[in-house]
């Protein structure tokens, strides 16, 4: 639950927070897969205020799969990142909330997204340039989805981030079953084979979501695929 000076938002809240945002919206299925998983995140495992935004001792999110923003300005709007206001204007030619998030422009975005693929590559560098800076306390967590695997530079990311023991490095990978390319033994399998801890849970199941992304994993960077109905996007 979030408390600021004039509202108290709660979960229930979300849905009418993102039918604020009446713009051209494309990819609304992008947008609901990630609804429940974002919400467990900002509520109850990122170590990440509005007063922390700039603490470098923050937790950092990234999300790659930006084509689908509504739910993710919705948390943000929750948790008192950007003014609730802000949300009628998405997709405005005047509106910082564009249909890719810009991490100039809204309060509280890491990356700026566009195509496909670059977020786990990011968070591996975002990583190791903490641990360079003897920043072992922030935790780093990317939300990709399964369609965006069949990009190679995930797979590099993958390949590199198990044997590098990435341990402060989260991947949330939303799976829709929207992905081009079957992996045998599915998503989870192919990051254990490169060194990964991986949980699949209900990516609709809040207490399941909450036990997976705090489940320990010394020494090794962490997945969790969080299963949703699928739908395109």
């Known amino acids: 639950m979030t408390t600021t000076t ?5 979960y229930t809240d979300l849905p009418r927070l993102m039918g604020r945002m009446t713009g051209d919206e494309k990819h609304g299925p992008a947008a609901t897969s990630t609804l429940d998983a974002l919400w467990v995140l900002y509520d109850r495992v990122l170590r990440v205020t509005p007063a922390r935004a700039d603490d ?10 930006g084509h689908g923003p509504m739910a993710y300005y919705a948390v943000l709007a929750a948790k008192g990142f950007l003014p609730v206001d802000w949300l009628e204007g998405f997709g405005g030619y005047d509106s910082p909330l564009g249909h890719h998030p810009d991490r100039v422009l809204v309060p509280g975005a890491e990356i700026g997204s566009g195509s496909l693929g670059h977020g786990l590559p990011l968070a591996v560098g975002t ?8 920043l072992t306390d922030p935790r780093v967590w990317v939300l990709v989805g399964d369609a965006e695997l069949d990009e190679g530079s995930n797979h590099e990311a993958i390949a590199f981030a198990g044997p590098a023991g990435l341990e402060r490095l989260h991947t949330l990978v939303i799976d829709n079953a929207s992905a081009s390319y079957a992996r045998p033994g599915g998503i989870a399998a192919r990051f254990e084979a490169a060194g990964w801890s991986a949980l699949t849970v209900d990516g609709r199941d809040h207490e399941a ?18 299963r949703v109905e699928s739908k395109s996007a």
Do not use: C, I, M, Q
């Open 6 to 10: 004039e509202h108290t938002f709660t």
């Open 56 to 65: 470098p001792g923050r937790d950092r999110f990234l999300l790659s799969k």
């Open 127 to 134: 990583a190791l340039g903490l641990r360079a800076r003897g």
């Open 209 to 226: 979501l909450y036990e997976a992304f705090t489940a320990p994993h010394p020494g090794r960077p962490h997945v969790v695929v969080a």
